[in-house]
């Protein structure tokens, strides 16, 4: 019967620091992305163009990873993509980016970056322009504040940290009391 005592304090001393956890966590939408870059564009046709992106747009420095496939019946040469981003709310001004490649096999990858002086919605214009063509498409993307590593390392670390110190405890009491049983 102690035992089942003892489960029910340890689950509900768990649920309880999982509260307060929980509320000391501000409620607001997610801010920021982790990680690798995410596909904004994907085998969007431009022009005669394939395009597929991958984004990383955070507040500062954003990079921009571009896969352009071009059309079986154009020859391998220099590939330009031009990206021009405008905020949706008031900023210092348009950002632009323009970047080349030489395409072999008929696809070229670019990366390239632009700065961004504000969080919040960016509307891009993207040209690409190999030989005689130019494709243009325009899209938004969400720029998010720049987030340390290390602070999503503690976040995600947290849990652990709890469970480990409300294990440590536990055993820690559990040597206490069997320690005073011995001595009785």
């Known amino acids: 019967?102690?035992?089942?005592?003892?489960?029910?304090?340890?689950?509900?001393?768990?649920?309880?620091?999982?509260l307060i956890l929980v509320s000391l966590v501000p409620l607001r939408p997610a801010a920021a992305h982790f990680g690798e870059p995410y596909?904004?564009?994907?085998?969007?046709?431009?022009?005669?163009?394939?395009?597929?992106?991958?984004?990383?747009?955070d507040v500062g420095t954003g990079t921009f990873y571009s896969d352009i496939e071009l059309p079986a019946n154009m020859n391998d040469g220099e590939?330009?993509?031009?990206?021009?981003?405008?905020?949706?709310?008031?900023?210092?001004?348009p950002s632009s980016s323009s970047a080349s490649s030489q395409s072999s096999s008929h696809k070229?990858?670019?990366?390239?970056?632009?700065?961004?002086?504000?969080?919040?919605?960016?509307?891009?214009?993207?040209?690409?322009?190999?030989?005689?063509?130019?494709?243009k498409h325009q899209f938004k993307v969400l720029v998010t504040p720049p987030f340390p590593p290390w602070i999503t390392t503690l976040i995600c670390l947290a849990p652990f940290l709890v469970v480990a110190a409300i294990w440590t405890l536990t055993m820690r009491r559990n040597a206490l009391l069997k320690q005073q049983q011995s001595e009785n």
Do not use: C, H
């Open 1 to 18: 019967m102690q035992t089942l005592q003892r489960w029910i304090i340890l689950f509900r001393g768990m649920f309880i620091a999982s």
């Open 39 to 57: 596909t904004v564009l994907y085998d969007q046709k431009i022009g005669e163009f394939t395009l597929s992106m991958k984004a990383d747009p």
């Open 79 to 93: 590939v330009t993509i031009a990206i021009q981003a405008v905020a949706d709310a008031n900023s210092t001004g």
């Open 108 to 135: 070229a990858s670019i990366e390239q970056t632009i700065e961004f002086d504000q969080e919040g919605y960016w509307t891009l214009d993207v040209t690409v322009t190999a030989g005689e063509s130019t494709g």
